[in-house]
């Protein structure tokens, strides 16, 4: 499998919008792998995951191959994560050739407010889409990929999931947003056990204090990884990204990267690209 990431950011992105602390002054001004936009990545160059108002730019500068894409899962509803203009110009009138079904997948909460949207902006009857539902730990097959989803500790009201991918082959774990997984979601890693051969976690609170819900930081993440050992759903040659990064984490990727390769993370930058 490959993963690739676009957007590494949390919602403000790094630089901030409207802030100049010492993490935003020194992205700005060193660029290139500091510099952060709102989080998306791509599984194999099909599967989607979010849909943040970035996308624009991660088609435009990245490459991201927009056009092809069939398949979108959402985490949750935030708007770093769910921008739902961006899935509304996908129709008649903003499009000029024929598109297939887009579909997009997502918690309650998500798929109601795409919907509530595209109807508002008067495009529901004028794209296609298919809009799913999904239910946290029922897995679902899309494309070539069996996805679980996961229940996060994050904002409750979004019912944010993280989810689980397996080709059959080989299979990941990205877990964003959220803090340290909740004991339901531990209970169902326990009882089915998968083996992940990649795990990206939320580190939004990079060096700084754990939130203790929400986000994690970097201890958070080695808590994450120590219990997935435990429960043999990952080892040694499993590959751990930090990924999800906020200005409140009082590190830049150049201050981040030396501590988190020491603990044997990888840290995540917009373009990067893994295939395991
Ligand atoms: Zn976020
Ligand atoms: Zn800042
Ligand atoms: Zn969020």
Redesign the pocket.
Known sequence: MKLKYYGTAAAEGVPALYCSCEVCKYSKIKGGKNIRTRSQALVDGRLLIDMPPDTLYHYQFMDLPLSQIKNVLIT?K?AD?LHTPTIGVRSGGFVKEELSHLNLYGSMPSIDLIFDDLRKSGVLDRGKWNLTELSPFMSIQIDNYTVTPYKAN??YETYPFFYGISDGEKSMLYGH?TGYFLDETWAHLEENKPYFNLVSLDCTMGLAKSCGHKHMNIDDCEKVRERLFKNGSADESTIFVLNHFSHNGKASYDDLVPIAENKGFLVSYDGMEIEF
Do not use: I, N, S, T
Request: proline fraction near 0%; hydrophobic fraction near 15%; aromatic fraction near 0%.
């Open positions: 949750h935030h994560h994050h904002a947003d």
